[in-house]
């Protein structure tokens, strides 16, 4: 893809943290994007504050992509607006932090629902809109909880696992089509996804969320030709 300029992207769960980050960056490399999250409150607030800086070039909707229907609905939205897609960035995630003897069986659906058959629902829409541009890349955003398993984190830890073989499974199906597919595992993020605030001092030593998104350009700024399809991301200092 190399060129980011004048390229269309989607970057779900985008009103925060690495979500909010990926979308910035994009837009500051002259891409359209359109951002998605759950509370259509947060869309908006997100959607003008990045408009007085980038016009029209960020467009949003809410989205909960654990229904289908709402993701089939945006993804409509999005070709209407930008005549198909080059990037979708699937950022959109929940934690889980209950023992399985604990844990109610609504908290193991939602974190499976929104991590994994979120990240399906949307590469199946986005898929048919990049084939008929000729090309494109999808990116999941996991964890290294996908690869290093701990207690109290089963149903976050299952999800994170299923999305290293859903991406590595796509990327296969869909090369020959021009299509990317890339996975990024990032290891403990200052934002508020771990219940801490982004400020807090105790939580320095981890990654920033632009440390994220800088990945994910520098994927999306490659060569065609070389395809990176899993990168693990560390604090280089952690917590001892």
């Known amino acids: ?3 980011i300029k004048g390229k269309s992207a989607l970057v779900t769960g985008a009103t925060r943290g690495i979500g ?10 002259d891409a359209r994007v359109f951002i998605c999250a759950r509370n259509s409150q947060e869309v908006r607030e997100v959607v003008q504050r990045l408009g007085k800086e980038y016009g029209d070039r960020v467009q949003g909707a809410a989205c909960d992509v654990t229904d289908y229907e709402q993701v089939r609905s945006m993804f ?28 109610p ?12 058959s ?9 898929i048919p809109l990049m084939k008929r541009l000729r090309g494109g890349y999808l990116i999941n955003i996991g964890s290294l909880a996908g690869k ?8 976050y830890c299952a999800s994170k696992f299923g999305l290293i073989g859903f991406s590595e499974a ?25 219940g801490h605030e982004e400020q807090d001092p105790g939580t320095s030593w981890k990654l920033a969320s632009e440390d994220v998104a800088r990945v994910v350009l ?21 917590k001892k």
């Not at 909010?20 to 490399?29: D, F, P, W």
């Not at 290093?148 to 149903?155: D, L, Q």
């Open 1 to 3: 893809m190399a060129e």
């Open 20 to 29: 909010l980050a990926i979308a910035q960056e994009l837009l500051a490399r």
């Open 76 to 103: 409509v939205q999005v070709e209407r607006l930008f005549s198909g897609l080059d990037v979708l960035i699937n950022n959109a995630g929940v934690g889980s932090h209950s023992y399985v003897e604990h844990m």
């Open 105 to 116: 069986v609504q908290e193991w659906r939602s974190t499976i629902e929104t991590n994994l």
């Open 118 to 126: 979120g990240v399906f629902y949307c590469c199946h829409e986005a």
């Open 148 to 155: 290093s398993a701990f207690p109290g984190a089963a149903a």
């Open 170 to 194: 796509l990327m296969q199906e869909v090369r020959y089509d021009h299509i990317r597919v890339s996975y990024v595992m990032p290891g403990s993020v200052n934002t508020g996804f771990g």
């Open 218 to 238: 520098s994927l999306l700024e490659m060569d065609p030709r070389a395809l990176p399809s899993r990168v693990e991301l560390r604090p280089s200092e952690p």
